[in-house]
């Protein structure tokens, strides 16, 4: 396939093609516009001196943090106040605090000096400081220890970072106190503080710098030599013009919170005001440029990349609507032609997979329908020899003709059970058969009524769905009972027709509420113990046949017995059908 065709290709045609003349554009736009906009420059400089000031604030609002923690659970430092200063434990505890100091400022500290001062013993803790010759380490070191040893209680310090300067240093410095006369610090030179923002571009002649509580500049990147008088800056201005040797700055300004120092930039002002009025007229012009170009720019993708798009979309809609027959066409891409040759092979693929999933499953379901079957008429045939054998002993002919005739019946449907669905009128004569035997084996204890409705007769329904619920009805219903238990079978269609109810009902005891709350969760039918085979069987086969269309209730009614609903839909669905064609 040609290359040329590619989607990179022709994206990246396109994107030169816009792209080129908007850059040149934009260039020239913001060469001009960061001379031509003041206020806009100085606001956006006003944020980023905000957003660098709050930076440096969470910095040593972490390092303030990380002290008061420290002076509320080192056990070290706690305990240190109570210690001899030239005894062996002192100088453990000493290590152990700077120790843990020392490797707090290596890996998270944003801080250059942290220390520990014991104020009794005039004794500093502190951790190593990397500079450039050792004068400078020890004029730092005095220069704390001056500060410690003047300070006082409800010193500035111990409310937030204060300027000090040591020697030529500018720096910030925080105290906590214990409350065990030990204070805790931390120490940040204001050059360093700096280094980030000098990153940051101010134009051509631009710097940065920390001023004090009076707006003096205190450290930074600024030449003093380039400036007239020594500034003075205000934080509340949006910004301020300031004159220098050559050429005039626009400042902007921020406090640092919990600081008593300020950041402010400064930003040649000389290129703000050069062509101003030209670049006027011809910004008003850029929208409608970038209007056109924007516009063919959409044409093309439209052609090479949105209408493939919707369309691969529309396809994969209608796939999952389940319309098979779907499939896409060529494209100018050479990559969105290979997406739809890979869904038209994937939609061939699922296509197959379904048919071959859902034959396999009719065929599991076939096998599975049988074997609940040949597992439900031994169960009855065992039942049917012993009263036979109970009839025997009476040796009352005639009860005996009439058994045998019934069974005669009850056989003859059950071995025409092969096929998996039998009309509804068929299985209650099965069931009228199955309870005369009944009858006859507890003469005078029994008595039933089937009431089927004539819209029902004509149901289909699994074979031997209702005898085990008879089963269980006779087995457990009314042992000791002292009048006749009497079972109560109903069959009508529901919902206008679209689904058949049948309904079993007794006098009898009823069923025991540990077993009925296992039948009305559903941990009855989810066991695999092989115990009450005959309910178990009838629940799974409606599964197998008709899934979550058939439903069965169980119950007990107000004025005592059993209470069965049965619910399958009258009309046979395609799964269903297709097993009983099968």
């Not at 003075?232 to 050559?246: L, T």
């Not at 494209?331 to 034959?359: C, P, W």
């Not at 009925?516 to 559903?522: D, I, R, T, V, W």
Request: glycine content about 6%; proline content about 4%; charged content about 20%.
């Amino acid at each position: 396939m040609n290359p040329k065709r590619s989607l990179r290709s022709m994206l990246a045609v396109g994107f030169a093609a816009i792209a080129l003349p908007l850059v040149c554009l934009l260039l020239y736009s913001n060469h001009t516009a960061s001379d031509a906009l003041r206020g806009q420059a100085a606001e956006a400089n006003k944020n980023m001196i905000t957003l660098y000031a709050n930076q440096i604030q969470a910095v040593l609002g972490n390092e303030s943090k990380y002290l008061y923690d420290l002076a509320s659970y080192n056990s070290d430092i706690l305990s240190l106040d109570g210690l001899i200063d030239d005894s062996t434990e002192y100088t453990l505890a000493k290590v152990r605090i700077r120790n843990s100091l020392q490797q707090y400022i290596r890996f998270n500290s944003g801080v250059d000096i942290q220390f520990a001062y014991h104020a009794a013993y005039r004794d500093l803790i502190a951790t190593n400081y990397n500079t450039g010759s050792y004068d400078e380490t020890d004029a730092i070191q005095s220069c704390l220890n001056r500060m410690l040893a003047a300070v006082k209680p409800g010193d500035p310090r111990f409310s937030g970072w204060k300027e000090l300067r040591c020697g030529d240093v500018d720096s910030l410095v925080r105290l906590v106190d214990t409350g065990y006369g030990v204070y805790l610090g931390g120490w940040a030179r204001l050059d360093h503080l700096m280094v980030p923002l000098e990153l940051i571009q101010l134009g051509g002649g631009g710097f940065a710098a920390f001023a004090d509580r009076q707006g003096r500049l205190i450290s930074g990147t600024y030449d003093a030599a380039r400036l007239e008088d020594a500034p003075v800056v205000d934080a509340r201005a949006d910004y301020q013009r300031i004159r220098g040797k050559h050429e005039t700055y626009i400042a902007v300004s921020n406090p640092v919170a919990t600081t008593d120092v300020g950041l402010a930039a400064f930003i040649p002002e000389k290129r703000m005001l050069q062509n101003l009025a030209w670049f006027r007229k011809f910004i008003a012009w850029v929208p409608f440029f970038a209007f056109a170009l924007l516009l063919l720019y959409l044409l093309y993708l439209n052609n090479i990349i949105i209408r493939p798009m919707n369309g691969l979309l529309k396809g994969m809609r209608t796939l999952t609507r389940g319309d098979w027959k779907i499939r896409l066409g060529d494209t100018a891409s050479r990559e969105f032609s290979s997406l739809n040759d890979a869904f038209n092979g994937m939609a061939n693929e699922i296509q197959d997979l379904k048919i071959h999933v859902y034959e396999e499953q009719i065929r599991t379901h076939k096998a599975e329908l049988k074997h609940l079957q040949l597992q439900i008429n031994p169960h009855f045939l065992l039942n049917s020899i012993n009263v036979v054998y109970n009839l025997a002993q009476l040796k009352n002919y005639e009860i005996i003709q009439s058994m045998c005739l019934n069974l005669v019946k009850y056989f003859r449907f059950a071995t025409q059970t092969n096929q998996p669905f039998v009309m509804l009128s068929e299985e209650l004569d099965h069931m009228d058969s199955y309870l005369r035997i009944q009858q006859h084996r507890f003469p005078g204890r029994l008595t039933f009524r089937i009431d089927l409705a004539a819209d029902a007769r004509g149901v289909r329904i699994p074979p031997l769905i209702v005898q085990p619920f008879i089963e269980n009805a006779i087995k457990y219903g009314f042992d000791f009972m002292e009048k006749p238990f009497h079972i109560e079978i109903q069959a009508m269609p529901i919902e206008g027709g679209q689904r058949c109810r049948i309904r079993i009902a007794d006098n009898g005891s009823g069923f025991p509420e540990d077993v009925l709350h296992a039948m009305q969760s559903g941990d009855y039918f989810r066991r695999t113990d092989g115990k009450h085979l005959g309910i178990w069987n009838c629940y799974h086969r409606l599964q197998l046949l008709y899934g979550p269309e058939a439903k069965l209730a169980c119950g007990n009614a107000a004025e005592g017995g059993a209470l069965i609903d049965l619910t399958v839909p009258a009309e046979l669905s395609d799964t269903s059908a297709n097993l009983l064609h099968a």
